[in-house]
Each structure stands twice: as structure tokens, then as C-alpha cells.
């Protein structure tokens, strides 16, 4: 079983259409495969109640399939940090709490390939005592950073792998999401950014995502590999 943590080096950076990529690409190598996306803010009512649309792509890539709130346990309507989301709601976030049901899903839900998709960046508060990284880090989870390719992303990746290994994890790879199009627009210098991030991140490169028209993981997945994971 592969287990591994998604964060990204911002909010729409493309975790959600590389995780689904990537889950899509395990799902044809028949392999059994589980999406998770503990906290989601965006939400919309639905007569089910709350759904988020990041947490759905990702159920939809876990085969066998899940219900809804295995996937996304805490979902709120703000599209703003989760721990301001909850405080709108009255509620609030427990990294214990979500570390210990997070290990219960994993433990009666046993698959061949698990990704667990952060929200935002790493380090994304979910009280005033408690990031995300958190929970990475109590789960001991190797790190997929998703690299939002656009101006600064140079900085924002590497002070996000630097941050990932402080806190004594490994970059297992990374992958580039090409978020804005007039950045993609100068090949060479796409390239060359590319070419930094292989160089200094130190960790595999999963693949670069193109800018997509209408993103989707079984379009996306064609420009990633599993390989080195």
C-alpha cells in the first residue's frame, strides 16, 4: 500500500486536478485507490447537505467507491481558511481529533494507492495552535508538492520543501500545474523554470500539467507518472 500527503505551494496551485490525475492513473493500472480531502471550505448546500467540488472529483477517482463523508468529513460553505470557516460556522478544528478519524479511514479502508489532499499550502492554520502540516506530520506521511507554475512560484517551492523537510518528512516528488497561461505563453522561459525546480527541489518531477481549457484528471493524468512514487 502507498500512502502519501498532497500539498501545494498555494491556494490554486492544481492539487486537486494533479491528485485526481494521479489517482485516475492508479485506477488503470488497476489498482485500488482512495481520495481524501479531510477539509474543504467553498462548499455548496446541497439536499445532502454541504458538498465541496474538489472533494467530489476525488471521490469519484476512489475505486472501490466511497461515500461522501469518508472522503470530506468537514466541509463549509466560505471559500476561506478553514479555520476561519469554522469559527463562521461556531465550530472549530482539532488536529488530534482529525489525525485520529484520518487513521480510521485508513485503517478500515485499505487501498493500494491513498492520497491525502491538504487545503491551500503547508502551512495552512487550522486553529491558533495547530497547521496542516500536522497532520501530515502525525500521520508520517511522504509529501507530494504540487507546484503552481506562475511568477514566484521559484520561491514559494522551495521554502515549501525546505519546510516539509524541517519538519521531518520526505518529498517523495513533485508536480508542476501550469496555473497561469500567460506564464506557459514564453516556452523557454517555462522551461527554464522547470529545469530550477528539477535542480533544487531534489526529489522526482512527477510531470507538468499544461494549462487545460477544461481541466480534468483523465486529460491530466497523460502528463504524469507514477513511476517514481
Known amino acids: 500500500m502507498k500512502r502519501f500527503f498532497v500539498t501545494g505551494t498555494d491556494t490554486d496551485a492544481g492539487k486537486t486536478l494533479v491528485t485526481g490525475a494521479l489517482l485516475y492513473a492508479a485506477r488503470h493500472r488497476r489498482l485500488s485507490t482512495l481520495g481524501l480531502k479531510p477539509i474543504a471550505s467553498g462548499s455548496v448546500p446541497t439536499p445532502n ?3 465541496n467540488g474538489d472533494a467530489l472529483a476525488l471521490q469519484q477517482q476512489s475505486a472501490p467507491a466511497v461515500d461522501y463523508a469518508t472522503v470530506n468529513p468537514f ?5 476561506i481558511a478553514p ?4 469559527l463562521e ?3 472549530s478544528l482539532n488536529a488530534g481529533d482529525i489525525t485520529q478519524r484520518l487513521r480510521a479511514t485508513l485503517d478500515q479502508t485499505l487501498r493500494d494507492f491513498t492520497l491525502i489532499e491538504g487545503a491551500g499550502g503547508w502551512r495552512v492554520p487550522l486553529s491558533e495552535q495547530a497547521d496542516f502540516s500536522d497532520i501530515a506530520i502525525a500521520l508520517k506521511l511522504p509529501v507530494i508538492l504540487v ?3 506562475k511568477l514566484g512560484c521559484l520561491n514559494h517551492a522551495r521554502l515549501t520543501a525546505e519546510a516539509v523537510r524541517a519538519d521531518g518528512l520526505t518529498l ?3 508536480a ?6 500567460a506564464f506557459a505563453a514564453d516556452t523557454a522561459r517555462l522551461a527554464a523554470n522547470i529545469t530550477h525546480l528539477d535542480a533544487r527541489l531534489a526529489a522526482p518531477c512527477l510531470g507538468v500539467v499544461p494549462h487545460l481549457t477544461t481541466p480534468d484528471a483523465a486529460t491530466a493524468h497523460s502528463y504524469l507518472s507514477l513511476e517514481a512514487l
Not at 466541509?75 to 471559500?79: D, R, V
Not at 479555520?83 to 469554522?86: D, F, N, R
Open 75 to 79: 466541509a463549509f460553505a466560505p471559500a
Open 83 to 86: 479555520h476561519l470557516a469554522a
Open 176 to 181: 508542476g500545474s501550469v496555473v497561469d497561461p
Open 89 to 91: 460556522a461556531c465550530s
Open 49 to 51: 447537505g454541504l458538498r
Open 172 to 174: 517523495a516528488g513533485w
Open 147 to 149: 507546484v503552481g507554475l
